[in-house]
């Protein structure tokens, strides 16, 4: 299958350095429906980067038609990437200016919900067509006001997914199961992503302010759809397993079901060949339902249940130890999940600093303690 790789620069922050975005296409770029995926903004969460390159492989293999058009970005922060710090790679935060790469996406929907409104028209597919032009030109326009490389890269992200009909933002926890964040208001529609995906959980978002890359996709459409307009993109973020699930054998597991993903939506041919079995119950629930278990103390985290594990309120998941008590039978407290769920993700660092989350349980119902609503 022809593959075109485009290298798209980012401005360089100092003299005799320039970083690039690289991105593979399959398929004519005016065909629809397209399909971006991009993988790696949290520099250090490899397992999607890894899946994409053998979703590459896959592609090339030429087994199928490619229907429509898709954009796969493997590595979509360079800047991260290049962040060492004492010999560990440190992706998650930009260096120069604090900031969660995977938060501060621009929200344009204001903008676009301005520029698009006494333009619709009975034809909701003209709309949609009408309503990705103005994105594109009101990021166009915010292109030429980003003032360093990193807002730079967060618009050239946008550029290149906001006239997808699917877009998928693969990332990992610290330890995990696989899971999805999904837009409330794309569900239960986007239930075959997490069938084919072999989600464990789905978690239903709504607006926030923190602006992460699939809030800032979203966000246009969102706004629209109260006005009567049907959304033109569904976003996801997965989160594929933990950050040291890294390897062939996982990464072409994942390949397989994102390539599926992409031929049951008609992207690419064989869509007769895509069994999604609906036997089982999707398991979805509000991202509010999700529950962070904190540390209240400092400690030595020793958990008692593993990843995958029904717990129920009131159940101790781990122990924090502190070895420099006075009393050793002092110097340890009981964490306990607060609801019924699925223990889903795990602190991988088996220390907790005053207010660290340890865990992260999934109930099907919103709890109290949640500090934030925010994807990971
Ligand atoms: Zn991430």
Redesign the pocket.
Known sequence: MTRIVSRFPLPPMSLGTERHLTVHSYGDPDAAPKAYLQAG??AG?LAGSLALHHLIRRLDAGEHEILGHVMIVPVANPIGQSQVMRGTMSG?FAESDGSNF?RGFPDISEDVAASVRGAMTRDAAANVTLVREAIGEVLADRAGMAATEIDYLRITLLRLACDADLALDL??EEEGLVHLYVDAMHWPGASDIDRLLKSHVTLLTSPTAAMSFDEAMTAPWRKLQAEGVEAGCLTSTIELRGAADVGDALAEEDADGLYQILQHRGIVAGAEEVEIEDETPVRAGPVEGMERIIAPTPGIISFRVPLGAEVTAGQPIADLVDPTADDPAEGRIELTAGCDGLLYARRAQRFAHTGATVAKVASSRPVTSRTTHLT?
């Open positions: 903004l949290h969460e998650r995977n990332h990992c990971d």
